[in-house]
């Protein structure tokens, strides 16, 4: 292994939401590259004690709770003096129309996708830009978006609205923390399917796309790892869709 995969490897990666799908598809994709990784989670699985045990510093943090945000900034900025990239992963996925009130709906939405990100790409950058003088080469930040950032959705308004602020985050931060940190979004539609969907479901998602599969959790993955291995794209959303924007229509 060269000396510079060697430093780089000392230099941990966050991934934010690590418990499930691409979450936890990246974790062990780093891990298996040798990467020390820091994730967090909101609700305590197996799952979590299964990464605790393969080295993952799992930390509990409720991305509504803005307590619990500051909790973890601070341990990270108590337990790390770099970091080589931040993964902003952690998502949540609610709809217009349920129990939720539609003001608390929006804030709820904003507060994961947007003001928890913000916050802390601002309070751990030294970090990176701590690691980026180590390396010798730029850090990351990648915010998950999704492809309704840039479409909108009529059934999940509060989400698109907040993931679209995300990715906005991404040209700011950019422009910011350039050259030292680089900055990009990460725009999936479908990567893959839950396993409650039904046939019916499954065939009218994948309809949607001009190439209509399923890729999986590692399209998502190969994604993170171009970004970071790039050295020339920032301020830009790497877009995952199949297509989608070229879907035939009747």
């Given at each position: 292994?060269?000396?510079?995969c060697q ?14 799908r691409?979450?936890?598809?990246l ?5 298996d590259?040798g ?7 909101r609700?305590?699985?197996v ?6 045990a393969k ?5 509990r943090?409720?991305f ?18 770099g ?9 949540d996925w609610?709809s ?7 003001y ?8 994961v ?17 701590a690691?980026?003088?180590v390396l ?13 950032a ?9 989400y698109?609205s907040?993931?679209?602020g995300l ?9 910011q ?7 990009n979004?990460?725009?999936p539609s ?5 396993q ?7 065939q ?6 001009i190439l ?8 998502g993955?190969a ?8 050295r ?5 959303t ?13």
């Amino acid at each position: 292994m060269s000396e510079e995969c060697q430093e780089d490897l000392a230099h941990p990666i966050l991934i934010t939401g690590g418990g499930r799908r691409l979450g936890l598809a990246l974790i062990q994709f780093f891990l298996d590259s040798g990467n020390p990784v820091i994730t967090t989670y909101r609700t305590h699985t197996v799952v979590v004690e299964e990464l605790k045990a393969k080295g993952v510093h799992c930390i509990r943090a409720d991305f509504t709770s803005v307590a619990d945000v500051n909790h973890l900034i601070q341990e990270v900025l108590g337990e790390y003096q770099g970091l080589r990239a931040i993964i902003h992963n952690a998502s949540d996925w609610l709809s217009e129309g349920g129990e939720m009130a539609p003001y608390d709906l929006i804030q709820r939405m904003w507060q994961v996708h947007v003001s928890t990100p913000y916050q802390m790409n601002l309070a751990l950058a030294p970090l990176l830009q701590a690691s980026a003088k180590v390396l010798g080469k730029p850090t990351d930040i990648v915010h998950i978006t999704d492809y309704v950032a840039e479409k909108g959705s009529d059934k999940h308004i509060a989400y698109a609205s907040s993931k679209a602020g995300l990715a906005n985050l991404s040209l700011s931060f950019a422009s910011q923390l350039a050259p030292v940190v680089k900055v990009n979004s990460i725009a999936p539609s479908l990567l893959m399917f839950h396993q409650d969907d039904d046939e019916e479901y499954r065939q009218k998602a994948l309809n949607k796309s001009i190439l209509s599969v399923e890729p999986g959790e590692q399209e998502g993955v190969a994604a993170v790892q171009y970004v970071l291995n790039s050295r020339y794209m920032t301020g830009r959303t790497l877009a995952l869709d199949g297509g989608r924007h070229l879907a035939r229509r009747g």
